[in-house]
């Protein structure tokens, strides 16, 4: 499997402002996905977006967007104008294009403060 | 469409005692997994399915097997459960087109003691 690092255990943010999510892989590949999964305390599994290595504009879905650095590998999530429905526990994760299986990171959870 | 349904939600179970996870779909998606998630380890890959007949092993395959006699029901089964075998179970599907995300069931809470 391939190694995904999510460095922030967990994070805070007031409500209205912006955090982002850091999230870092390991490969030898060039075409790739990239996914970020919203976990709320129901435990159900949500898409947030997604992100196609070929790309290289930064994907974005609302006020949720990504900063996708291909050299790097590195691939962060930006939550704007963060709402008190956001607070979960957010899971980076990559599939190779040559195959379904997603390797998922350890998560970062988020808690929005009123 | 239901999407992804597994059974049950929650479950204990002693050492040693066998049981199955069931997980249906109803989008007609061809590839099919099982999931754990525990603490601080996000979710890892125990076995999956590119269709009715083929499963193949994950990153953490053993104590479980799994079958796919038909393309909707991919179910999971524990031969003799260990308490490192308490976690939570998602099944996923996905179609076999590339791009495309994959549809997480709701989970199984499974308790071994």
């Known amino acids: 499997a391939q190694t995904v690092t999510q460095s922030q255990p967990e994070m805070s943010v007031q409500e209205a402002e912006t955090v982002t999510l850091s999230c870092t892989y390991d490969t030898s590949e060039s075409d790739y996905y990239l996914f970020w999964y919203k976990q709320p305390p129901s435990r159900q599994m949500i898409l947030v977006i997604r992100q196609e290595a070929y790309k290289q504009q930064n994907a974005t879905e609302n006020r949720f967007s990504v900063n996708f650095q291909k050299a790097a590998k590195s691939f962060s999530l930006k939550i704007s104008d963060s709402q008190l429905g956001d607070a979960a526990m957010y899971f980076c994760?990559?599939?190779?294009?040559?195959?379904?299986?997603?390797?998922f990171g350890a998560g970062t959870t988020v808690t929005v403060r009123a | 469409n239901a999407g992804v349904t597994q059974t049950p939600k929650f479950q204990v179970l002693k050492t040693g005692q066998s049981m199955t996870l069931q997980c249906a779909q109803d989008m007609n998606h061809e590839y099919m997994s099982w999931y754990r998630q525990d603490p601080g380890m996000g979710l890892r890959l125990i076995h999956y399915?590119?269709?009715?007949?083929?499963?193949d092993q994950g990153e953490v395959p053993n104590g479980y097997n799994v079958s796919r006699s038909t393309t909707e029901d991919f179910p999971l089964r524990l031969l003799s459960a260990a308490p490192s075998q308490t976690s939570v179970y998602f099944c996923?599907?996905?179609?076999?087109?590339?791009?495309?995300?994959?549809?997480f069931g709701p989970g199984t809470r499974l308790t071994v003691l």
């Open positions: 399915s590119v269709g009715a007949g083929i499963t």
């Open positions: 994760a990559y599939r190779s294009a040559y195959d379904y299986k997603l390797s």
């Open positions: 996923a599907s996905s179609p076999m087109q590339s791009y495309n995300e994959q549809f």
